[in-house]
């Protein structure tokens, strides 16, 4: 099965992604939706999860699939912004300044422990992240496209860590969580062939240039008016609920429509449904949530997605 190039069946796509994913790192079923649904759309992707669980598998997987560049940025307390989009340095052979790109120019940039970094490094990607592109010394530099960045953090680790703010958070169109794998899944890593082979072994599902058709397509597929006004007044549901601080933004309500949309062009679909919205909802709208005493926003977006009714 080799790549071809633009026109392709996205629900064509999205079975081969499954199946190059699900056959490399062995996820679960339920979050490789989601992390097909913010490519495809063009947003950046959050995995949180323990090491050891295959979060740089994924991302070099997902590169793979699409036959893209792929560099990996570990993220540390002296990583300096030069570090991650570059910097100009003396070339003596013709006695300039050249600009020297960092591992930021990539079409997947696995951006690795996001939180072990200081606030100006965090600063300095996540610019980069909202505008795709880069400013040094006066001179701007275009990212690749598409440009993507899976960035991880460890939930549990809090020495020589900082604390990611909410507008860093919102700058992820899809949060994930990855746990231990389930027992059959763990078992067949044991005994099946060794990570590395079964990377090799994977063909690409398309080029960059399809995927950037693809997010081209999902702007195109219609969200009706019902279906808007459900949106609408689930994000109001949690700017009132008692224990929510800080609600959904409509800055997050656009990124989950925009995820929808993604879905149902991955279903083979050119409207949005309200399924759409309920599978993607915890994906986009609770790390974008903040509760007043801790507890579990993932929860709480889970009982208001049933809650509210969608209009008729």
């Not at 633009?6 to 994913?21: E, G, I, K, Q």
């Not at 792929?70 to 993220?75: C, E």
């Not at 996001?114 to 990212?143: F, H, K, W």
């Not at 007044?233 to 929510?244: F, N």
């Amino acid at each position: 099965m080799t790549a071809t190039k633009r026109n392709l069946d996205a629900h064509a796509v999205r079975d081969r992604l499954v199946h190059n994913l699900t056959h490399v790192v062995k996820l679960p079923d339920g979050v490789i939706e989601p992390l097909l649904c913010g490519l495809v759309t063009g947003g950046h992707l959050l995995v949180e999860g323990i090491p050891g669980i295959g979060k740089t598998l994924l991302a070099r997987t997902l590169a793979a699939s699409i036959a893209g560049s792929f560099r990996r940025v570990q993220f540390t307390n002296d990583l300096m912004p030069a570090d991650v989009i570059g910097a100009s340095v003396w070339r003596q052979d013709t006695s300039q300044f050249a600009f020297v790109p960092g591992p930021l120019f990539a079409n997947l940039v696995l951006a690795d422990e996001i939180n072990r970094t200081s606030p100006r490094t965090l600063s300095c990607l996540l610019e980069a992240m909202e505008n795709g592109r880069v400013s040094v010394d006066g001179q701007t530099y275009e990212l690749a496209r598409p440009f993507t960045v899976l960035a991880t953090r460890n939930p549990i680790e809090f020495h020589g860590t900082f604390p990611v703010p909410e507008a860093a958070l919102d700058r992820f169109l899809i949060r994930v969580e990855l746990d231990y794998p389930a027992p059959d899944l763990e078992l067949a890593l044991y005994t099946g062939d060794d990570a590395e082979a079964r990377l090799a072994a994977i063909e690409p599902v398309m080029h960059p240039d399809d995927l950037l058709d693809l997010q081209q397509r999902v702007r195109t597929v219609e969200v009706k008016q019902p279906v808007a006004e459900y949106a609408l007044h689930l994000v109001q549901a949690t700017r009132e609920h008692p224990e929510v601080q800080l609600g959904a933004s409509p800055r997050a309500a656009l990124a989950w429509l925009q995820a929808a949309r993604a879905r149902a062009l991955l279903d083979g679909r050119d409207y949005v449904l309200p399924d759409d919205l309920k599978a993607l909802a915890g994906f986009t709208l609770a790390h974008r949530v903040f509760l007043h005493h801790g507890g579990s926003a993932e929860q709480l977006v889970r009982e208001l997605t049933l809650a509210t009714p969608v209009p008729l």
